[in-house]
């Protein structure tokens, strides 16, 4: 079988962003990493069950108004993940669902050395929508629904001493894409919105993010020149009671708008049955802020990662069902 790695891609591309220890607890800047969906489309790969195996490396320093001088954080992550393509379709859309189990090692140099591994929350998407040649062109438009549940490795009296969450994370997404002529022009959008953490009621603020490709195959090789932004579009909330017995400061320690961009570039090959894909970039924004915290008069101690990814993901298919017979041929 002739595999389209790029179809597959359009289905999967998840990955965990993992624990950041930066502004005290409620600290894990977005679940999935940005830049995640680098390389997908609107496109869908045929019948079938598929796999794919991810790794990527966060190298990175926390910046930020007042940090103290440079400390490091180093994130690894494996992921495994599976989709599933049954062939149904729905309102002229292709159906397709994911499971996505990703596993995390994350490492902070200065000023406290710290070093944490573990399983990263489940991914879940139950339901994928992808309308593609539309009108007879190269546009498409997929759709979906993703969601992380609290099933990592959870620890420490408020929940976030390991890379696990203990809270629920809805995920929308929508791609838009031109797939025509060799080319993948993709933007990628999708929010991740939490519920609150259910040890310290503290609620994360919601997170958008948009990754951008634009690649250009010949033969079987793939490349070109990849993005992404992601920004904090809400404040987080934390209410009087419980969730200021973790935070009696309540959200003046942690930084409530962010923004990060980064520009890097994507090289794949297609071996037939499976294909490989790597892409890095390199954050050139990356800033965080906390304007209650100004007011009041306080230090602003938001933090935010600025650094390099270095992204790879091993695609195949593991079982598509059996072309039909051929019709039998008749002579006279």
Request: aromatic share 14%; net charge neutral; hydrophobic share 45%.
């Amino acid at each position: 079988m002739n595999f389209n790695f790029k179809a597959l891609l359009a289905a999967a591309g998840v990955a965990a962003f993992a624990f950041s220890p930066a502004n005290a607890y409620e600290a894990a800047p977005a679940q999935t990493k940005p830049g995640a969906f680098i390389g997908a489309s609107a496109g869908m790969p045929p019948p079938g069950i598929y796999m794919f195996n991810q790794v990527f490396t966060y190298q990175t320093n926390l910046v930020g108004p007042n940090a103290p001088g440079h400390f490091g954080r180093n994130i690894y992550a494996d992921v495994q993940g599976f989709i599933f393509v049954p062939g149904w379709t729905f309102l002229g859309a292709t159906y397709d669902a994911l499971i996505v189990q990703p596993f995390v090692a994350a490492a902070l140099s200065d000023p406290a050395p710290l070093n944490i591994s573990g399983v990263f929350n489940t991914y879940l998407v139950p339901v994928e929508l992808s309308w593609t040649k539309i009108g007879g062109t190269g546009f498409g438009v997929k759709t979906g629904l993703g969601i992380y549940v609290p099933t990592g490795t959870i620890q420490g009296p408020a929940g976030l001493g390991n890379v696990g969450s203990p809270y629920v994370t809805f995920q929308p997404e929508l791609a838009l894409s031109y797939l025509g002529r060799g080319w993948n022009l993709t933007a990628f959008l999708y929010e991740e919105i939490n519920t609150a953490n259910s040890r310290t009621n503290y609620t994360t603020g919601d997170i958008f993010h948009a990754d951008f490709t634009a690649t250009y195959t010949i033969g079987k090789w793939t490349f070109g020149p990849v993005a992404y932004y992601a920004a904090q579009v809400s404040d987080d909330k934390c209410p009087i009671g419980v969730c200021t017995i973790f935070h009696p400061t309540a959200t003046l320690l942690n930084a409530q708008r962010y923004q990060q961009f980064a520009i890097g570039g994507l090289v794949e090959y297609n071996f037939g049955p499976a294909s490989f894909s790597v892409w890095a970039t390199q954050d050139v924004v990356a800033k965080a802020s906390n304007s209650a915290a100004v007011a009041a008069g306080l230090p602003d101690q938001s933090l935010i990662s600025r650094g390099m990814t270095v992204f790879a993901t091993l695609s195949y298919a593991l079982w598509n069902p059996p072309a039909p017979p051929a019709a039998p041929m008749f002579h006279k």
